[in-house]
């Protein structure tokens, strides 16, 4: 057990974020999430992983797409194409490692191959598979008669025709699958909501490791309304980001408690994605990293920190 003195923050780390919050920057909700698991979390034990985790139940954040506050962290510099790249797998439905880093990111090769009770799986079908898992769900959610349903494509043409038929829901979460897949998947569920030519967002995480995963999801979530906004021809308007489960691990604490936090941040970048992207079929063809950039990103240095399989 860590002692509870090792959740208090510095007066200097307390300054910084003060001082960010007085300039309006935006990692106000970021910053204050990080503080409330430090002073209110409680410790609890991971049985997959076997690590402790200061813990917090709920956390709610909320980003302004639409006048393009990109949420993208500034304590340390955050690898946002690989998040954009991870989430364009989802879109494809890909269920290969090596897919996922052709577009750009290795955030599968852990899980699709080192993960020791997938490995032993016999739903594995060799290296780098991860079996049914996120956009495997997203795009071919399997039915008892043998077909199956394309969520996604259902969402997209709904929403190009200006229909909101109060179930515009991508789910990830299949629990009669979790023994076919080498995760379950954490951010489970998202929901757009269109109010008259505005399109918003409602996505759902049950578990979020905070150092490490939060600025990805915050990555993935502002995108991903972005992306459909611009894809069916409406306005982005704001994105809402719920977390269930929010931690930190003992091997993260230290890192974010004495050096992230004790960081002042800079100013928040702005996003841009490639105007010529249309259509569903864009992003599951020609759409690479290439067609996404950042402008005015002014960030520390990045931060190790230790991933839990």
Known sequence: MVKSSLKKISVNSRYSWTKALQKGINMKQYLNLCNKIIDEGTWIQNERTGKNCLTLINADLEYDVGNNKFPLITTRKSYFKSAIAEFIGYIRGYDNAAD?????????????????????????????????VYGVQGRSWQKPDGGHVDQLRKIVDDLKKGIDDRGEILS??????????????????????????????????????????????????????????????????????????????????????????????????????????TSLEDLETWVTMDDFSVSGYEHHEPIAYPFSV
Not at 197 to 213: A, I, K, M
Not at 259 to 271: D, G, I, T
Request: aromatic fraction near 10%.
């Open 172 to 277: 990830f979460y299949n629990p009669g699958e979790f023994h076919m897949g080498c995760l379950r998947p954490c951010m489970h569920t998202h929901t757009f909501s269109l109010v008259g030519d505005t399109l918003h967002l409602t996505s759902y995480q049950r578990s979020c490791d905070v150092p490490l995963g939060l600025n990805f999801n915050q990555v993935q979530v502002f995108v991903f309304l972005a992306l459909m906004a611009q894809i069916t021809g409406h306005k982005a308007g704001k994105a809402y980001h719920k977390i269930v489960n929010a931690h930190i691990y003992e091997d993260q604490l230290e890192l974010m408690r004495d050096v992230q936090m004790k960081r002042e941040p800079f100013a928040s970048p702005q996003l841009h994605i490639n105007p010529k992207i």
């Open 100 to 132: 996922f880093r052709k577009l750009g990111t290795k955030t599968w090769d852990a899980n699709a191959n080192l993960n020791e009770a997938w490995l032993n799986n016999p739903y594995r079908k060799g290296d780098d598979d991860m079996g049914r």
